[in-house]
């Protein structure tokens, strides 16, 4: 039961299906049946039935980013993948798709704040909740289709906040924890700005002799895009 919950949570959440059949692996006992599965599983199954622009665009004033308990269940994801990798190497990369998994669960997800209910992808282009370009800010005011022109973008790409993740010494909950609260951040921008991006080689790359602990926001000031701070800051 548990493990089917999992698998239709991730299913959901877009998880190729040569990655999320394995997952009955990682699954422990009945104690991980917690918030975090039900209304993230509870809001998959309800899918279906709901119009999409009650989700995506419901009022922004009902959005807002993970709850603290939430997280935690995002961190509870980071150990099972740590746990993953360890135990069986051959699974390593099943273990960095799920921790780059929990670092989209955890930058774009929302809360509905009437319901309760997390939405996937709710502040994916929410200028009041992630830094962003002049530009982007612009763009975001239109709310049909912002895929089209914006790019919900990791300060830190995934694959290096994956390999810190499976560097550490243990599953000290605590350290991954720490590390998604400094790292794990996203920023708006343009497709443009980040062909700029690509073009430098920072697409997936933070700068030359960069090391966790400095700035997250380097490559953006390597390529000369100015990111302004989340709206609700300046407020």
Not at 124 to 138: E, F, G
């Amino acid at each position: 039961m548990i493990g089917s919950m999992w698998v239709g949570m991730l299913t959901c959440w877009g998880l190729p299906k040569e990655v999320i059949y394995p997952l009955h692996m990682l699954i422990g006992t009945e104690k991980n049946q917690t918030i975090w599965q039900k209304t993230a599983s509870a809001n998959c199954r309800s899918r279906p039935q709901v119009k999409y622009e009650d989700e995506k665009h419901m009022p922004k004033k009902h959005r807002e980013p993970l709850s603290d308990e939430q997280r935690e269940e995002l961190v509870t994801l980071l150990v099972q993948a740590y746990h993953l990798a360890k135990r069986t190497p051959s699974m390593r990369r099943l273990a960095v798709n799920l921790i780059k998994l929990a670092s989209w669960r955890w930058t774009t997800d929302a809360v509905d704040s009437a319901t309760g209910m997390v939405v996937p992808d709710g502040v994916k282009y929410d200028v009041r909740y992630l830094p962003h370009s002049a530009a982007a800010a612009v763009l975001a005011q239109y709310p049909k289709k912002p895929g089209k022109w914006l790019i919900h973008e990791h300060t830190v790409p995934l694959s290096l906040l994956a390999e810190k993740i499976l560097s550490l010494e243990s599953d000290d909950r605590k350290a991954m924890r720490k590390i998604f609260d400094v790292h794990c951040r996203a920023a708006l921008v343009t497709k443009e700005e980040d062909r700029r991006l690509n073009r430098a080689k920072l697409g997936s790359f933070m700068p030359l002799n960069w090391s966790f602990g400095e700035d997250i926001f380097a490559r953006y000031s390597a390529v000369k895009i100015e990111l302004l701070p989340p709206s609700l800051s300046r407020e």
